[in-house]
């Protein structure tokens, strides 16, 4: 089959095994699939090189040109309509945003993105293809250690040095692919203006709320909770403070109330979430060693005081000092 064959509204033929030519690639099997977007193997056919392509999925509303997903108002916009919601985006548009400014980025641990196509009705992002396996299933097969995160750093700490105003913006245990010797970062996420249903233009962020409370791009933040997740086997964010049945020894500092509860405008409860750090740091005491406990809290900009307060601190002055923290261990 060849892709001029295929058009917006018979794009589910690319979502199938069937084989097909796309923009001087041979396709082959589905990797993955998700709301608004999915990826293919494939093979460069002038080089014989092995690729992966992420497609944005077809038109869920043909009324519209916009495929529902779940995408939260960034802060800007909460700030002025004092909530967030979900809103309905145009998936190729968002695909565009996420993946361009990443082309001719080359740093470890990062799939090269090749080139963005659109194109016979089809916007797509042609990368490397790794072999590698999310570290998700590794926490659930309750095969984890330290070096994935570290790995992951290292590549916020490569990118970082080439240019520190880029952010991936959703990192999480999903989005770090494990392969033998190294780990990749995929799937970015996006904070910024996106044309959504109706024709708004609106300032929206995409990424993952259990990684990111504040609905932010701090992937440091991120990285902190991933590091307790993979330490303990949960997310201090999923966590319920009822599980424990004890008061805990750990008290919310003033200062750092008042952080959560700025963020807390509207119906934005994710940054709550973080109330469930005392009862989570004591019901996992044994797991946790106090130094990496430390430098996971001040990945989120905690620390604990002497008075057994979780306080406010800065953060990491970026990935390469957390790097280097991490180094030890």
């Given at each position: 089959m060849n892709i001029n064959q295929i058009n917006s509204h018979e794009s589910n033929a690319l979502l199938s095994n069937e084989k097909a030519i796309f923009a001087g690639h041979e396709l082959g099997k589905v990797l993955g699939t998700g709301s608004y977007s999915f990826v293919r193997e494939a093979v460069h056919i002038a080089s014989n090189q092995s690729r992966a392509i992420k497609f944005a999925k077809a038109k869920a509303q043909a009324d519209s040109g916009c495929a529902q997903t779940g995408c939260f108002l960034s802060r800007p916009l909460t700030q002025m309509t004092g909530s967030y919601g979900e809103v309905s985006l145009s998936s190729r548009e968002f695909l565009a945003k996420q993946y361009e400014r990443f082309m001719g980025i080359a740093c470890d641990g990062w799939l090269?993105?090749?080139?963005?196509?659109?194109a016979?009705?089809?916007t797509a992002a042609v990368m490397n293809l790794s072999t590698g396996r999310p570290l998700r299933q590794f926490?659930?097969?309750?095969?984890?250690d330290l070096d994935p995160v570290k790995k992951a750093v290292s590549a916020l700490a490569s990118l970082e040095k080439t240019?520190?105003?880029?952010?991936?913006?959703d990192i999480k245990p999903e989005n770090i692919l494990?392969?033998?010797?190294?780990?990749?970062?995929?799937?970015?996420?996006?904070s910024g203006q996106l044309i959504c249903e109706h024709n708004q233009e609106l300032s929206v962020c995409m990424t993952t709320p259990d990684y990111y409370p504040f609905l932010d791009q701090n992937d440091q933040s991120a990285l902190g909770l991933i590091l307790f997740e993979v330490i303990t086997g949960r997310n201090p964010t999923?966590?319920?403070?009822?599980?424990?049945?004890?008061?805990p020894t750990l008290k919310i500092s003033t200062a750092l109330r008042q952080t959560i509860e700025t963020q807390r405008l509207g119906n934005n409860y994710f940054p709550a979430r973080l109330y469930s750090l005392p009862a989570y740091l004591d019901y996992f005491r044994d797991k946790l060693p106090e130094n990496l406990a430390s430098i996971?809290?001040?990945c989120l900009g905690i620390k604990i005081t002497d008075q057994k307060e979780l306080e406010c601190c800065e953060q990491f002055a970026g990935a390469v000092e957390l790097e280097r923290a991490l180094s030890r261990f």
């Open positions: 090269k993105i090749h080139e963005m196509i659109d016979e009705g089809q926490i659930q097969e309750g095969k984890t240019s520190s105003s880029i952010k991936h913006g494990v392969e033998a010797n190294q780990c990749f970062l995929i799937d970015p996420g996006y999923a966590f319920s403070p009822a599980q424990t049945g004890t008061e996971s809290l001040k």
